[in-house]
């Protein structure tokens, strides 16, 4: 409808020759999205263990402290409750280190948020990624996937 009121009465003509460009313009998207070096957004069971043992990442469990001292936590994270991971992630190296014993991360290096069952973690990883932590990720499983399948490991193994 645009096109016609634009091109008038020879719409017809102008925009046949209007949907080729567009329509190479949408090859040109597409095959761009091969070159893409942001790594997925949300990590599965297998890849956060993955990860895990390569030490590729830092882990950060952003559930209450209170819910990690009565239920748990994935070995290896650290906890930043989700209030705090902005101001954290903002915090001056030394200030971070002694806070949460942990070297501060850099903006290139690769975060994955963790919490109960992925919701606070997409948070977190959003908060992350608007601070120019562009490697943020999460873990949408959270700790009761996590729980559950190294559970069954446990049983497996038994």
Not at 9 to 14: D, L, N, Q
Not at 28 to 55: D, M, R
Not at 69 to 95: C, F, W, Y
């Amino acid at each position: 409808m645009l096109a016609r009121l634009v091109l008038g009465t020879s719409g017809r003509a102008a925009l046949g020759s209007v949907e080729p460009a567009l329509g190479g313009l949408k090859s040109i998207w597409a095959s761009s999205q091969h070159f893409c070096s942001t790594p997925p957004k949300g990590v599965t069971y297998s890849e956060l263990k993955s990860l895990l043992n390569s030490k590729d990442i830092m882990l950060i469990d952003v559930r209450n402290t209170w819910e990690i001292t009565e239920h748990g936590k994935i070995p290896g994270s650290i906890n930043i409750p989700l209030d705090e991971v902005g101001e954290a992630l903002q915090m001056h190296p030394r200030d971070f280190k002694e806070k949460y014993c942990e070297v501060k991360p850099s903006k290139s290096d690769r975060l994955v948020f963790s919490c109960l069952a992925g919701v606070r973690s997409k948070k977190a990883m959003d908060t992350a990624i608007s601070l120019g932590f562009n490697s943020a990720q999460h873990y949408v499983g959270g700790w009761k996937e996590w729980e559950s399948y190294e559970t069954s490991e446990k049983n497996q193994e038994s």
